[in-house]
């Protein structure tokens, strides 16, 4: 903390489905002793036993507030339906048993399995010469010499039948509809993540007609429909929030858009283009941005690989109608799915 407070050092990190990051934004005339602050960080761990008591008291108060907001545990109870014997791959902050009895010897084991050079990308971003940068890691990393461990996720198998949901909250004013389908992954079927992103921006286009037969219509209050990127088996989902009044006829209309998800209506041309176009947009704001440069580049190369973030909107580019189509009826039509639904207690 000393040395933080001398470098003048912010930094967070942050655990996915993808990856874990750490990252430090400092003056740019630190580089080098920023670096070596990040090696020794990286390389010196003690988990001090005091440390330790410390963040596991705070890793179960975010355990707690998650598990004490009934949208929260929906969704959780909901992966678990998605996941079934395979939910601990879904859980990032896992089941409250692990969080109690990790210990140092439980995390050295996990340090000691996945922390090291192999399995790690380190990106320096912002004001630097990038000569001098590359002699300065070569400089300070090259002692970082450690074996680890790297599976390449197996797909996760189809849903074998149709699931439904229904609970119950007093502590909610609105009701939830959350509907989920297996969906692609980039180790897979690389070509389909990116129809993915691509449907997911079209219908949240507000003059969408996936918006207009939903939110516009004043069913839902929001409605989406997502694709979340991973490596080997990503998730669709439909979420929606609306009043509880309006829980059957949603439903209704959930099940007709399921039943016919390829057609034509969803996708006029021009609606394609501009959400072709709103992703480029998005693109270029997330790489304007030195710091959102780093962590969006980090989070593709983790999904995926560094030539899928370069290519990403090409690739977007090049899709077409067909192609989406295609895409729904793969993964949407007659598909297996688990359909859940929060609602308000009366």
Not at 259 to 272: A, N, R, T, Y
Not at 314 to 338: A, P, R, S, T, W
Request: proline share 5%; hydrophobic share 35%; net charge neutral.
């Amino acid at each position: 903390m000393e040395r933080v407070r001398e470098l003048g050092i912010v930094y967070n990190g942050a655990t996915s489905h993808n990856y874990v990051v750490y990252y430090y934004t400092l003056p740019s005339d630190k580089l080098e002793e920023g670096l070596s602050f990040a090696y020794h960080a990286m390389t010196g761990i003690l988990f001090d036993k005091k440390e330790l008591e410390k963040e596991r008291t705070v890793v179960l108060d975010e355990y707690n507030r998650r598990y004490s907001d009934p949208v929260s545990s929906f969704y959780t109870d909901m992966g678990r339906l998605f996941y079934e014997e395979l939910f601990y791959r879904d859980n990032i902050i896992g089941p409250k048993h692990n969080i109690l009895k990790a210990d140092r010897k439980i995390l050295l084991e996990q340090y000691n399995k996945f922390y090291g050079p192999a399995n790690c990308n380190l990106i320096i971003s912002g004001e630097f010469e990038f000569e001098k940068a590359e002699k300065l890691v070569k400089k300070i990393f090259e002692k970082w010499e450690k074996k680890v461990e790297y599976k390449k996720p197996e797909k996760i198998p189809p849903l074998r039948t149709k699931k439904f949901y229904h609970t119950y909250s007093k502590e909610i004013k609105t009701a939830r509809i959350l509907v989920q389908f297996r969906g692609p992954g980039t180790l897979y079927e690389r070509k389909d993540t990116y129809i993915g992103d691509l449907v997911s921006k079209i219908f949240s286009l507000p003059y969408s007609p996936f918006q207009k037969k939903f939110v516009e219509s004043g069913i839902a209050i929001n409605a989406t429909f997502s694709y979340y990127t991973k490596p080997s088996t990503g998730e669709i989902s439909i979420m929606m929030e609306l009043p509880k009044e309006n829980i059957e006829k949603a439903k209704d209309l959930i099940f007709e858009f399921i039943d016919k998800p390829d057609d034509d209506e969803w996708f006029p041309d021009q609606i394609i283009e501009d959400a072709k176009k709103g992703i480029e947009n998005d693109f270029l704001l997330s790489t304007e941005n030195p710091r959102k440069f780093a962590l969006e580049l980090s989070f593709w190369i983790c999904s995926a690989d560094y030539e899928y973030f370069k290519n990403y909107v090409d690739e977007i580019k090049k899709l077409k109608k067909e192609d989406i189509k295609e895409f729904m009826k793969n993964y949407i039509k007659g598909q297996n799915f688990v359909f859940g639904i929060l609602e308000p207690e009366k």
